[in-house]
């Protein structure tokens, strides 16, 4: 097994059309020839959710050249997504910056977002479109907790309903209290207990596609 770790960086979320770019040279790589026949396990966590959102949305974009990537899906697991509204995202990105100075942070990313609002704002709603109607339908599982400042949990909900009712397996795991991309740490049994139930379902539908 093959791992390829994607880091993502905050100035692709800053400025989209750069994390769009990030996207295109990490799908190229999943692409090349000696590739083309492994199968795919995505295991995004926090912001890199988003980073996996600009992959899709050049998938989306081109469906049939893609096409092969997107059969090749096998699973995708998603971590602490940061979900919710732009505050959601400012708060964030307060925490990730300058945890001292949060408010400060959150505030200047207001404004940012207000400021560029082309660039920034709208792109961010476009790429939630992107990925609520995401191309890849493979089985998928979600972590995430209630007291998560940086998700969300109705929105992310509500996606997983949407999922399901596209026809898309959908398992998750919330806990009341948890900490942002920690949660394996924080509820060690329970995290792997989960991951693996799912890993094993995604081999029981494997034989059952190949019966």
């Given at each position: 097994m093959d791992v390829l770790l994607v880091q993502s960086s905050v100035m692709h979320f800053l400025w989209p059309r750069w994390g769009?770019?990030?996207?295109?040279?990490?799908?190229?790589?999943?692409?090349?020839?000696?590739?083309?026949?492994?199968?795919?396990?995505?295991?995004?966590?926090?912001?890199?959710?988003?980073?996996?959102t600009q992959i899709l949305t050049h998938m989306a974009r081109e469906p049939e050249k893609h096409a092969g990537l997107t059969q090749r899906v096998i699973?995708?697991?998603?971590?602490?997504?940061v979900v919710g509204t732009l505050e959601h995202m400012a708060i964030g990105l307060g925490k990730t910056l300058v945890p001292r100075l949060e408010c400060l942070v959150k505030n200047a990313a207001m404004f940012y977002f207000w400021l560029f609002k082309s660039?920034?704002?709208?792109?961010?709603?476009?790429?939630i479109q992107v990925f609520r109607n995401s191309p890849i339908?493979?089985?998928?599982?979600?972590?995430?907790?209630?007291?998560d400042a940086l998700c969300n949990p109705l929105a992310m909900e509500n996606c997983i309903d949407l999922w399901r009712k596209r026809g898309v397996t959908v398992e998750s795991r919330k806990w009341k209290e948890s900490k942002h991309a920690a949660h394996m740490r924080c509820h060690p049994?329970?995290?792997?207990?989960t991951l693996q139930k799912y890993?094993?379902?995604?081999?029981a539908s494997s034989l059952k596609a190949k019966m």
């Open positions: 769009l770019e990030y996207g295109s040279e990490v799908l190229k790589v999943l692409e090349e020839p000696q590739f083309l026949d492994r199968p795919v396990m995505v295991h995004s966590t926090s912001i890199g959710g988003y980073t996996f699973g995708h697991i998603y971590d602490s997504l660039y920034t704002a709208d792109f961010y709603n476009s790429s339908t493979a089985p998928a599982l979600f972590f995430f907790s209630e007291n049994e329970d995290y792997i207990s890993l094993k379902s995604l081999h």
